[in-house]
């Protein structure tokens, strides 16, 4: 009867560990972290509509400063005019003349305007384009930053399904050798067929845990290749940068910075310059505004055989608005609650950096405790694994024992990878708040 099952179980664990190999695929396209976020900002729709932004404010910096600049205009024109008419008798000819008329007309003209004194409205406005420019400049970091926060989620997330893929592998193939010793074991009757059956048991779970790990790499590449503007599949490539727990940073000085020089951080403050040279230019009405224009022309029509005559004229204009129905109090009214708005924004925004920060140290301090523990516990379990084995193969424990080792071993394979990219992450979120590497 034992003979009969142990040619059984030859027969499914054969057929079973025959129809579940995969054909290699073709190895994707690897690049580096560095060359990821290089590719991602090129490609990223944000960092591009945020340069964009950038040379339309740099425009306008241009647009307010030449304010202080005159006008000039040049023209020219030529019309031709028909009137209808009765006729009319010439009591000094004694002729009957007609009453339609017929006149044609030329001119040119050179005009030139300038602004002698707006009520300090032109310095308001170059200070508050100034500060779009700036915070603009800041929104292309922060975009940046962003870009390569997503791009490192997607590359840590690939190389974490990587490893992982070779965990699993490494799962599997002490799966295969613990059904061997099973097979083995029975065919020499030192084992039950339950055993056999419970190691195909854990050889099939611990391929199908591969399979789900190697679509989660396939999700996790292509989703890499579609931040850096590639198409298919992207593999993640390990450098330097990468080597963990890295060196103890100076949370003290990072903390200094990044309330002072984060890219969230100098947008708002740059909002709050902006409101400020906004709130300028509203008060300006309450100033004269002082005006000099001059024209140069000369003009011509059929009457005088299209002789041009020279027009000139030079004008000095004083506009002071005394009261206007309460519109310039309202306007300023409303600017100034704008920038109490921006102050009370900039300042949130540094509190804001200082909580974010404060939560990723923490969590970069965890993950460096967790990388210590979970690589011990990768060591522990290992030395168990190869007890267990041993002790198996000389039949002092059961399967189950040994199932139970193994299933240590792949969590805190696990747990060592997951640890590792948890520490990453979080000094990746530090880098997106400075808005550069460390």
């Known amino acids: 009867m034992i003979p009969r099952m142990a040619r059984v179980g030859w027969a499914f664990t054969g057929f079973l560990v025959l129809g579940t190999s995969m054909a290699a695929a073709q190895a994707p396209r690897g690049v580096t972290l560095a060359e990821a976020l290089r590719l991602a900002a090129q490609h990223d729709p944000n960092v591009i509509q945020a340069q964009g932004n950038l040379r339309s404010a740099g425009s306008g910096v241009r647009a307010a400063k030449s304010q202080y600049l005159p006008s000039l205009n ?3 024109n030529g019309g031709s005019s028909f009137s209808e008419g009765p006729d009319r008798f010439d009591p000094i000819t004694n002729q009957l003349v007609s009453g339609n008329s017929k006149s044609q007309s030329l001119n040119m003209s050179v005009s030139s305007s300038v602004d002698l004194f707006t009520g300090f409205r032109r310095g308001g406005d170059v200070k508050a384009a100034n500060a779009r420019e700036e915070g603009a400049g800041a929104s292309v970091d922060e975009s940046v930053a962003q870009s390569a926060l997503e791009t490192a989620g997607d590359f840590y997330s690939a190389l974490a399904s990587r490893e992982l893929v070779e965990a699993r592998k490494r799962s599997v193939a002490r799966a295969e050798q613990q059904l061997s010793i099973a097979v083995a074991k029975l065919m020499t009757r030192s084992a039950n067929v339950a055993d056999s059956l419970r190691a195909v048991v854990q050889l099939g779970e611990a ?3 591969l399979a789900s790990e190697e679509a989660s790499l396939a999700r996790a590449e292509a989703s890499l290749a579609r931040r850096i503007g590639l198409r298919g599949r992207v593999a993640a490539m390990e450098d330097s940068s990468l080597i963990v727990p890295g060196a103890p940073l100076d949370t003290a000085a ?3 910075e990044a309330v002072s020089r984060a890219p969230a951080v100098r947008r708002t403050e740059a909002a709050v310059r902006e409101r400020e ?3 300028s230019a509203a008060k300006s009405s309450y100033w004269p505004q002082l005006n000099l224009s001059g024209n140069y022309a000369y003009a011509g029509n059929n009457a005088n055989s299209y002789t041009l005559y020279n027009n000139r004229s030079i004008t000095l204009g004083l506009t002071w608005p005394i009261f206007n129905r309460f519109q310039r109090e309202q306007q300023v009214s409303q600017r100034q609650t704008e920038l ?3 102050i009370a924004r900039a300042d949130d925004k540094k509190r804001e950096t ?3 920060l404060t939560t ?7 993950a460096r405790e967790r990388i210590a523990l979970t690589r011990l516990s990768v060591q522990a379990a290992q030395a168990d694994v190869m ?5 198996y193969r000389l039949g002092s424990i059961n399967i189950t024992e040994m199932n139970a080792a193994e299933s240590g071993l792949s969590r805190a394979e696990e747990s060592a990878v997951n640890a590792r990219f948890e520490y990453l992450r979080a000094k990746a979120q530090i880098e997106a708040i400075l808005g550069r590497r460390l």
């Open 277 to 279: 040279g906004s709130l």
């Open 354 to 356: 200082s909580a974010n």
């Open 254 to 256: 990072i903390m200094a």
């Open 387 to 391: 007890v267990a084995l041993e002790r």
């Open 207 to 209: 391929k199908l845990n």
């Open 360 to 366: 990723q140290f923490a969590a970069l301090d965890a």
């Open 74 to 76: 040049v023209g020219s």
């Open 340 to 342: 109490d708005t921006e």
